[in-house]
């Protein structure tokens, strides 16, 4: 267990629907970040928080949309989805901008 | 922003071998680089990293080299077993006020017995 803890574990959903994702950092830790790995692709960065502020955004859609609550734990909400958001959608946290970087074990979207 | 290119894509070994599985980054302001070990449906998990004072980390089977004038750096498996075989992302910290990690595509190393 790394102490990140992501849900749920796996969501199927349909075309156009709108789902949320949750992740819960690692005790101690202010900064979240949200990673995409589609099949046999990379990590991409979505978007990063810290202390409950937006920090940096990466290729992040506009039908996607994230937050970090004032307990740390963070959401990523996406909407309008499409069958290419099928994905692995990961959080990490780390005690603060930059190193120490621990993974969840990932929530597993899929579109139908 | 900053770039990280990996290489090779895929890699396959005889057990007992070495494996070397190559990155370069484009921002020469990066700082931390660490690799992480990607199993099958797992999240990834560091493996080791090194910063840019120093050129070269070892753990036990496991080392890091890096050239901060060329920007790239490398990661070195000896004694390869089959429980190596995985997806291994390198990745580069940017800088400049908004701090993350960039990954490379990932190398899918197979240690075959």
């Known amino acids: 267990d790394s102490g990140v803890t992501q849900t749920p574990k796996h969501l199927i959903t349909a075309t156009g629907q709108r789902v949320t994702l949750r992740c819960s950092p690692r005790s101690g830790d202010l900064s979240v970040y949200w990673y995409q790995q589609s099949l046999d692709q990379g990590l991409q960065f979505l978007i990063q928080y810290y202390n409950g502020e937006e920090r940096a955004k990466g290729n992040i859609l506009e039908r996607f949309s994230a937050q970090q609550f004032p307990d740390l734990h963070s959401e990523l909400n996406l909407s309008s989805l499409e069958l290419g958001d099928s994905a692995l959608y990961f959080c990490?946290?780390?005690?603060?901008?930059?190193?120490?970087?621990?993974f969840g074990s990932g929530t597993r979207l899929t579109v139908v | 922003g900053e770039n990280v290119e990996q290489h090779p894509s895929t890699l396959s070994v005889q057990e007992g071998d070495s494996a070397v599985i190559k990155c370069t980054y484009s921002?020469?302001?990066?700082?931390?680089f660490p690799w992480y070990k990607q199993e099958l449906g797992k999240r990834p998990q560091l493996i080791i990293d090194i910063r840019s004072n120093v050129g070269e980390k070892k753990d036990q089977r496991i080392a890091v080299t890096l050239n901060k004038t060329a920007k790239h750096f490398s990661l070195h498996i000896t004694e390869t077993q089959p429980e190596d075989s995985a997806v291994y992302f390198c990745?580069?910290?940017?800088?400049?006020?908004?701090?993350?990690?960039?990954f490379g595509k990932g190398t899918k190393l197979t240690v075959n017995p």
């Open positions: 990745a580069a910290l940017t800088q400049g006020g908004s701090e993350k990690l960039v």
């Open positions: 990490a946290s780390s005690p603060g901008p930059g190193p120490g970087y621990t």
């Open positions: 921002d020469s302001a990066s700082n931390y």
